[in-house]
C-alpha cells in the first residue's frame, strides 16, 4: 500500500543524476533522468510485488523525501541493471515505466563504465 501524500509532496520531483568522477551534480555535463509521478505510480505494483528483493525495489518504493534518494556505483550499477533487466519483460503493458527502465538501464551502464555514479534526488 502506497503512504498518503502531503500537499507538499504532490509537487515535488525525482530525478536520477550520472555524475561522472570529478563531476557535481551541477555541473552542465551531468545527465539527468527524470521520473514522473505517473511513472511511478504505474510501476509499483509491478516492482514491489514482482522483484526479489534488490536495488530495484529500494529504489522504487519511495518517490518522495530523504526515505527516496540514493547513490549507486560500481558493482550496485550492475546489480541495479540486473534487477531492471528480470522486470522488463513485465513492463510491456506500461509504456512509460518500459521507457523509464530502459533509460535508466542505459545511465547504469554508462557509469559503470566510467566509473561514475548515480545519484538519486528527491525535491
Do not use: H
Not at 515535488?12 to 555524475?19: D, G, H, L, N, Q
Not at 568522477?21 to 510501476?43: F, I, N, S
Not at 550499477?77 to 533509460?103: H, N, S, W, Y
Request: proline residues 6%; charged residues 25%; neutral net charge.
Amino acid at each position: 500500500m502506497r503512504p498518503q501524500r502531503s500537499a507538499f509532496e504532490r509537487i515535488a520531483t525525482r530525478r536520477v543524476f550520472m555524475v561522472p568522477p570529478g563531476a557535481r551534480l551541477e555541473d552542465p555535463d551531468v545527465d539527468c533522468l527524470p521520473m514522473a509521478e505517473t511513472v511511478w505510480e504505474r510501476g509499483y505494483t509491478l516492482v514491489i510485488d514482482e522483484v526479489k528483493r534488490g536495488l530495484l525495489q529500494d529504489f522504487w518504493k519511495n518517490y518522495y523525501g530523504a526515505s527516496a534518494e540514493m547513490a549507486m556505483s560500481g558493482n550496485r550499477l550492475m546489480e541495479l541493471r540486473k534487477d531492471i533487466m528480470a522486470i522488463t519483460p513485465d513492463c510491456l503493458g506500461e509504456p512509460a515505466v518500459f521507457q523509464f527502465l530502459v533509460q535508466l538501464t542505459r545511465m547504469c551502464v554508462r557509469a559503470y563504465s566510467v566509473q561514475g555514479t548515480l545519484q538519486v534526488v528527491a525535491e
